[in-house]
């Protein structure tokens, strides 16, 4: 069975741009959630969606959004990027809501310039 | 909301040797603790997790024990191979509609042949 796939896997982008990023979940994976992981922060939660609609979010501005299609996949999108938005970003994908038994991409290198 | 310490920060074992990674958490209403190995250029693999209602659990080489009193968890990694050089990362959750990932800051794991 094919794991969590996310594109772009690197992405160079200036400040102030809006970026948008990708991910596939595992075939019959319901869930999506994202995470941002930075040296400093280290990896936090971003947010759930479930069946197309969010269930949970972290403790990060409006800037970041999300959504998930029909057939599961997600985005996620970052607008007026600014220089700490660098980061890897990380999906993960698990069979039902929550946060049991997520199983992580390989995530999208975004770098801010 | 969830706070998760790590300990240690790097650990540097001999092959063949036990690896142990401690950590704490903050909010008693946890009761998913997850761990995850994350190698270089990859996203986070989950290796073993546990519940609450379990005080111990084993898999092949890789262990977790539980003592929800003292709200702290530990990996147990026995018979240390080179492959299992990589970064460890505990996490913790509750199971309820705040439910979120809380990650410790990670353990660098070198097997040293």
């Known amino acids: 069975k094919a794991g969590v796939t996310q594109t772009p896997r690197y992405l160079i982008k200036t400040r102030g741009q809006q970026v948008t990023l990708s991910c596939s979940p595992i075939s019959g994976h319901r869930s999506v959630s994202w995470y941002q992981q930075t040296p400093g922060q280290g990896l936090q939660f971003l947010f759930e969606y479930f069946s197309e609609t969010q269930r949970n979010k972290g403790n990060f501005p409006g800037r970041f959004s999300g959504r998930q299609f029909s057939n599961s996949r997600s985005e996620m999108n970052v607008s007026t990027l600014e220089l700490g938005d660098s980061a890897l970003y990380l999906c993960a994908s698990s069979l039902a809501e929550g946060p049991y038994e997520q199983y992580f991409g390989p995530g999208t290198r975004l770098t801010v310039t | 909301g969830e706070n998760v310490e790590q300990h240690p920060s790097t650990l540097s074992v001999q092959e063949g040797d036990s690896a142990v990674i401690k950590c704490t958490y903050s909010?008693?209403?946890?009761?998913?603790f997850p761990w995850y190995k994350q190698e270089l250029g990859k996203g986070p693999q989950l290796i073993i997790d546990i519940r609450s209602n379990v005080g111990e659990k084993k898999d092949q080489r890789i262990a977790v024990t539980l003592n929800k009193t003292a709200k702290h968890f530990s990996l147990h990694i026995t018979e240390t191979q080179p492959e299992d050089s990589a970064v460890y990362f505990c996490a913790a959750s509750r199971r309820s509609n705040d439910y979120k990932l809380s990650f410790g800051a990670g353990t660098t794991v070198t097997v040293r042949a």
């Open positions: 909010d008693s209403a946890s009761n998913y």
